[in-house]
């Protein structure tokens, strides 16, 4: 081990969400936050050399942040079967810096951005709180892996005597 190298890093997470009630039928949710990383690598050059070159110093920075926003629609019991719709959607952007000085005998920055935004919308049924449906989807655009479109299925049951709950999604 070389008693001169160090690492150093530092970590935010937060994030602060809302609800708004508008009427009985209807909640209005909106939630930002993110989280940001750093690190810092040194070591320097021993006398004599452990490796030929200047000192190496490796700088990173990752930073997250989102927002998202869905309406929940709450439509009253007809025949004991009671429908949910939520709808939203959501944007989030990652940025990613590192700085090798010298990587290696050079340095190399990078410096890389991407970001997603999101639609997304889901139906939850359930039937005397005995049976569950949920179907929906997710529609994203990001400029890591282009349009993505992701359904889901799933359906829940309760066994009357033993309160079993059954489950199986798509």
């Known amino acids: 081990p070389d008693p001169h190298q160090s690492q150093e890093s530092s970590r935010f997470v937060g994030s602060l969400g809302v609800r708004y009630r508008q009427a009985p039928w209807l909640e209005h949710r909106f939630k930002i936050g993110g989280n940001t990383e750093t690190g810092r690598f040194s070591d320097p050059v021993d006398v004599p ?12 920075t ?6 998202d926003y869905n309406a929940v629609v709450s439509a009253p019991k007809v025949l004991e079967i009671a429908p949910t719709l939520v709808v939203g959607a959501s944007y989030e952007e990652e940025h990613f810096v590192q700085d090798n000085n010298p990587a290696f005998g050079a340095p190399n920055p990078t410096d890389e951005r991407r970001h997603t935004w999101s639609g997304y919308g889901e139906l939850q049924v359930a039937w005397r709180d005995r049976i569950f449906f949920n179907g929906g989807g997710r529609y994203d655009d990001s400029t890591a892996f282009g349009e993505a479109f992701s359904p889901r299925v799933t359906l829940a049951a309760v066994v009357p005597v033993t309160e079993t709950r059954l489950h199986g999604a798509w």
Not at 49 to 60: C, E, L, S, V, Y
Not at 62 to 67: D, S, T, Y
Request: aromatic content about 16%; overall charge negative; hydrophobic content about 35%.
């Open 49 to 60: 050399p452990d490796f030929p070159g200047a000192d190496t110093i490796n700088k990173t």
């Open 62 to 67: 990752e930073n997250r942040l989102f927002f």
